[in-house]
């Protein structure tokens, strides 16, 4: 971040805005990857990206490897794209390894890619999943694109899920149970590296709006009635003693006052 001054000793207001932009784009920075999964063939292609649209600068991409600690994007691996981007042409198993966005006010998520030389690979989301979200993990052979998914063993924990082979496994909506390592096997062709699948608590829903109050409370509205009944109650019976008395006098022949 940077504060240039005026002449004046003032700050330029253009440069005030800017400031304020970069620190927003900071703030929401979070990582995201292309395909949308954490396993990867040898030779794919993988494009990387840090914030959200409109956010170009304030941060830097950078990874930990199993040979490399905390190298930045492009200076070190990968080709940067306009914008906010970073794309490796062609992964190899030396580019697995722990993928974040950092800047120099805070990082954002991480995010684990696996990168296997092996014929078989699972497809599952390289980030969190929120709680009740619907979501299906295949099992991919290497070039198999646009042919259907082969039936495969699918394993969690090291356990097997099912009985057979199956296409998929699909949640309807996954919970903090279905959390752990998940790998699967095709019959003939070996099996995937297991990924950590990740479940993040659901944002709980704000508190319902209580109704309006009234612009009187229901209890004042009664006791004002009641008010009202006990003064015509008592203006009545002033009413009615009066005339009592004026008819009295009348029969009499002597006035009442």
């Not at 494009?47 to 905390?70: D, E, F, I, K, V």
């Not at 309006?212 to 009615?240: E, G, I, K, T």
Request: hydrophobic share 35%; aromatic share 6%.
């Amino acid at each position: 971040m940077w504060v240039d001054l005026l002449s004046d000793g003032g700050e330029d207001p253009q440069h005030q805005d800017r400031m304020e932009v970069t620190s927003l784009c900071l703030v929401l920075s979070a990582l995201a990857v292309h395909p949308d999964r954490s396993q990867f063939f040898v030779y794919d292609r993988v494009a990387l990206t840090c914030g959200p649209p409109g956010c170009s600068g304030g941060w830097t991409l950078q990874r930990n490897t199993s040979t490399h600690a905390a190298r930045t994007c492009p200076s070190a691996w990968g080709l940067a794209t306009n914008g906010s981007g970073c794309v490796i042409d062609t992964v190899y198993p030396s580019d697995s390894g722990v993928y974040w966005c950092g800047s120099e006010l805070r990082g954002s998520n991480s995010l684990n890619i696996t990168v296997t030389d092996s014929d078989v690979i699972l497809q599952s989301p390289a980030l969190p999943v929120t709680e009740g979200d619907r979501l299906t993990l295949l099992c991919a052979c290497r070039g198999a694109r646009g042919e259907p998914p082969p039936a495969a063993f699918f394993y969690k924990d090291g356990a097997m899920i099912g009985d057979r082979p199956a296409a998929n496994v699909t949640f309807a909506g996954v919970s903090r149970s279905d959390e752990g390592f998940y790998r699967c096997a095709v019959p003939g062709r070996g099996e995937s590296p297991r990924s950590w699948l990740a479940v993040r608590v659901a944002a709980e829903p704000p508190p319902p709006t209580p109704p309006p109050r009234p612009p009187v409370p229901r209890l004042a509205c009664v006791v004002l009635l009641v008010v009202l009944l006990v003064v015509l109650h008592v203006l009545l019976v002033a009413v009615c003693a009066k005339v009592r008395r004026k008819v009295r006098g009348d029969a009499s022949g002597h006035p009442q006052s």
